[in-house]
């Protein structure tokens, strides 16, 4: 079989499972200015407690100062979702992976507390990160299967019928928040995935091209949604080439290289005419959760703000993650 028939096969799978979302008839926003904010973070590596380190250059610039020390911590996140949740109707947050592995946590409990936190956060949709393996495939299906309670997505992945992770994951999510609707596809890292095999485990999954597969989901969402959004752990040079090659994304959320892109840049796509895509990273290890504002109109994004909340200790702890 071609390779390029795979994301078709896997589309038909996921529709006929109940996957796909029958189209929902949205209320008539033409030429009306909708507004919707998405938080992000990502590669929060298992920084579920606050740690204290040398702040650099670029941390500095971004508001992380030494003499609010301890950073990070999954309390603190949470604080700052809640606060930002309560400021709007159409709020998202997503997670660009690498939840697991950089701190002694993680090798005490195999990911099972940074699932449990992630569950506590609610995201509307979170990618695979390598790190995600680091323990094997079945270690992180065991940890998912112990309550996860959000999307978890990799649509560039087809997973062996011997893998546990193929009831576990899924290419795509479709949201109707507050009437606009949201389509999330994600990108899967395969670069590193070195990392699966260290454990003797084996891969049981056959990466997939990832224009070829987003440019399929993108077409299959485009009757549905307002906004298709690409949820990435594949790098930044990827998501870049991955934004010029197909047509049809208005954002995407990345992570794997620790970076934050302050302002996001602005990537012009394969249309014709080119469309405007938008592509930020929030940085990793807990020390910044990432807000994109934008403005849609007519099913474009026409305007957009980003900035970046340090977690230092300067913000409380949610109570219901103590």
């Not at 940890?143 to 309670?149: S, Y």
């Not at 590193?192 to 399929?216: A, K």
């Not at 080119?274 to 990793?284: C, F, K």
């Not at 849609?296 to 219901?320: A, M």
């Amino acid at each position: 079989m071609s390779p390029k028939f795979v994301p078709y096969l896997l589309s038909l799978l996921f529709c006929f499972s109940g996957g796909c979302a029958e189209k929902v008839v949205s209320p008539d926003y033409e030429d009306q200015d909708l507004r919707i904010a998405f938080l992000h973070t990502t590669d929060i590596h298992s920084r579920l407690l606050p740690y204290r380190m040398q702040v650099g250059a670029s941390d500095q610039k971004l508001g992380l100062l030494q003499e609010n020390e301890p950073f990070g911590g999954i309390a603190r996140i949470a604080t700052v979702i809640e606060r930002e949740r309560s400021r709007g109707d159409r709020i998202q947050y997503v997670d660009s992976g690498d939840a697991f592995q950089g701190a002694p946590i993680f090798n005490a409990f195999h990911g099972e507390v940074e699932i449990k936190a992630m569950s506590q956060l609610r995201p509307d949709a979170m990618v695979v990160g390598n790190h995600e393996y680091d323990e094997g495939i079945h270690n992180y299906a065991e940890q998912l299967m112990k309550g996860v309670n959000f999307p978890v997505l990799a649509a560039n992945y087809l997973f062996e019928t011997t893998n546990p992770l193929k009831d576990l994951v899924k290419p795509i999510e479709i949201r109707n928040v507050d009437g606009l609707r949201v389509g999330y596809i994600g990108v899967a890292n395969f670069s590193s995935l070195s990392s699966i095999t260290d454990v003797g485990t084996g891969l049981e999954l056959i990466p997939l091209d990832i224009v070829e597969t987003v440019q399929h989901w993108i077409d299959i969402l485009e009757p549905q949604v307002d906004l298709i959004v690409a949820v990435s752990h594949a790098g930044l040079n990827v998501d870049e080439e991955m934004i010029k090659r197909t047509t049809g994304l208005d954002l995407v959320f990345g992570g794997h290289l620790h970076i934050v892109l302050n302002p996001p840049k602005v990537i012009k796509d394969g249309s014709t005419p080119p469309r405007d895509v938008i592509l930020t990273h929030s940085g990793a290890f807990a020390k910044y959760v990432g807000r994109l504002d934008v403005v849609v109109r007519n099913g474009d994004v026409v305007n957009h703000k980003y900035e970046v909340f340090p977690i230092d200790s300067r913000i409380q702890d949610d109570p219901l993650m103590m």
